[in-house]
């Protein structure tokens, strides 16, 4: 079974443009979880979604959106970019309410 | 504010020794309690997770201990291989069983010197 896949693996960006991040789950897993790692904060947990429907939110501002889709794949996007959004975006993919999360490689964005 | 706090950011052991990692929460409303590996490059891998209605699991060489009424928890790894050096990741949830709204400590970087 392929494990969780994240695309682009890396990006660069300027502050002030947006961004649009994917996540294919694994084959099944209907829950999709985004989660934004820096070296000061650690895994921080942006959003949840399940049957194209957000179910948890994190504390982030609303420049963090994300958005599921019939497949279960996930995009999310963040808009006017600040030097600060610089990280590792980790998506994790399960069944719902149950089980592990299955974590992808994660996309390195640099906002410079 | 931190809910889950992983206060030592590293931890060097022996090839063979035990590493006792250690991670404290301030959430009382936190009923599951997991712990991540992560390798460079890679996300975070599950490695072992407990429920609050025990206060012991252990999985091979990894034993998860709770504490609950100190909100205290660690992961032991005996005996301690080279190939544990990584990044441990603490992490927490509301629901038993579930792994809606993680919330993660900082993380330790342990090195298992051969």
């Known amino acids: 079974k392929a494990g969780v896949t994240q695309t682009p693996r890396y990006l660069i960006k300027t502050r002030g443009q947006q961004v649009t991040l994917s996540c294919s789950p694994i084959?099944?897993?209907?829950?999709v979880s985004w989660y934004q790692q820096t070296p000061g904060q650690g895994l921080q947990f942006l959003f949840e979604?399940?049957?194209?429907?957000?179910?948890n939110k994190g504390n982030f501002p609303g420049r963090f959106s994300g958005r599921q889709f019939s497949n279960s794949r996930s995009e999310m996007n963040v808009s006017t970019l600040e030097l600060g959004d610089s990280a590792l975006y980790l998506c994790?993919?399960?069944?719902?309410?149950?089980?592990?999360?299955?974590f992808g490689p994660g996309t390195r964005l640099t906002v410079l | 504010d931190q809910q889950v706090k992983q206060n030592s950011p590293s931890l060097s052991v022996q090839e063979g020794r035990i590493s006792i990692l250690n991670c404290d929460y301030t959430?009382?409303?936190?009923?599951?309690f997991l712990w991540y590996k992560k390798y460079p490059a890679e996300g975070p891998t599950f490695l072992i997770s407990?429920?609050?209605?025990?206060d012991k699991n252990e999985d091979g060489r990894f034993t998860v201990f709770l504490n609950k009424s100190a909100k205290h928890l660690s992961l032991h790894i005996v005996p301690s291989q080279p190939g544990d050096s990584a990044v441990y990741f603490c992490?927490?949830?509301?629901?038993?069983?579930?792994?809606?709204?993680?919330?993660f400590g900082k993380g330790i970087t342990l090195s298992v010197r051969p």
């Open positions: 994790a993919s399960s069944w719902p309410l149950a089980g592990e999360q299955f």
């Open positions: 084959s099944g897993h209907r829950s």
């Open positions: 979604y399940f049957s194209e429907t957000q179910r």
């Open positions: 959430n009382s409303m936190f009923d599951y």
């Open positions: 407990i429920s609050s209605i025990k």
């Open positions: 992490a927490a949830s509301p629901v038993t069983g579930a792994n809606s709204k993680l919330t």
